[in-house]
T-cell receptor, first 116, second 115 residues
Framework: NAGVMQNPRHLVRRRGQEARLRCSPMKGHSHVYWYRQLPEEGLKFMVYLQKENIIDESGMPKERFSAEFPKEGPSILRIQQVVRGDSAAYFC??????????????FGPGTRLLVL | AQSVTQPDIHITVSEGASLELRCNYSYGATPYLFWYVQSPGQGLQLLLKYFSGDTLVQGIKGFEAEFKRSQSSFNLRKPSVHWSDAAEYFCAVEPTSGGYNKLIFGAGTRLAVHP
């Protein structure tokens, strides 16, 4: 059973460009979470999604950031008009459905975004 | 507001020595508790978790953690550290109200191991 997949692993963008980060949850998982890790800091929650629904976006900046988890395909975290302060590692996690009785979040390898 | 404190930013131990990493949380009830490890440039690997029951939890790689409700703590321990344990360790809590919730992470403790 493959783990959480994220791509790309590294992404370089110039200021003002768009960044698209993709996350495929573990097979059978229906909950996806995005976290951001700034250099030398812990992870900060951004958004929690289920298929076609945003459940909690309280940690996501109101402007330039958006997330989706469509019925088919991976979850996407989109950052428009990137700025240098967006440089960070972005981690995706997934967890099993409610009936599995396990709320553990399993993390992907992350996408390291560098904004020049 | 909920928070997680890892008081030690850096810890250095000798290989073979015992290890204890501290974690304290602030939350009105008993949350779910987790320890993750992150090697440089890598993602987070789950070491162990506490949901309920026995307050001493065994994890992978010889780690264990003890939940102490009276101290709001969930300290991670290992009796004998190996050089491969050098990494960053994160304590996290998940509030238990309202179904699935975000994880709240501590700032991390970076562990160095001397030969």
């Amino acid at each position: 059973n493959a783990g959480v997949m994220q791509n790309p692993r590294h992404l370089v963008r110039r200021r003002g460009q768009e960044a698209r980060l993709r996350c495929s949850p573990m097979k059978g998982h229906s909950h996806v979470y995005w976290y951001r890790q700034l250099p030398e800091e812990g992870l900060k929650f951004m958004v929690y999604l289920q298929k076609e629904n945003i459940i909690d976006e309280s940690g996501m900046p109101k402007e330039r950031f958006s997330a989706e988890f469509p019925k088919e395909g991976p979850s996407i975290l989109r950052i428009q008009q990137v700025v240098r302060g967006d440089s960070a590692a972005y981690f995706c996690a997934s967890s099993p459905p409610v009936w599995a009785g396990d709320e553990t979040q399993y993390f992907g390898p992350g996408t390291r975004l560098l904004v020049l | 507001a909920q928070s997680v404190t890892q008081p030690d930013i850096h810890i250095t131990v000798s290989e073979g020595a015992s290890l204890e990493l501290r974690c304290n949380y602030s939350y009105g009830a008993t949350p779910y508790l987790f320890w993750y490890v992150q090697s440089p440039g890598q993602g987070l690997q789950l070491l162990l978790k506490y949901f309920s029951g026995d307050t001493l939890v065994q994890g992978i790689k010889g780690f264990e953690a003890e939940f102490k409700r009276s101290q709001s703590s969930f300290n991670l321990r290992k009796p004998s550290v190996h050089w491969s344990d050098a990494a960053e360790y994160f304590c996290a809590v998940e509030p238990t109200s309202g179904g699935y919730n975000k994880l709240i992470f501590g700032a991390g403790t970076r562990l160095a191991v001397h030969p």
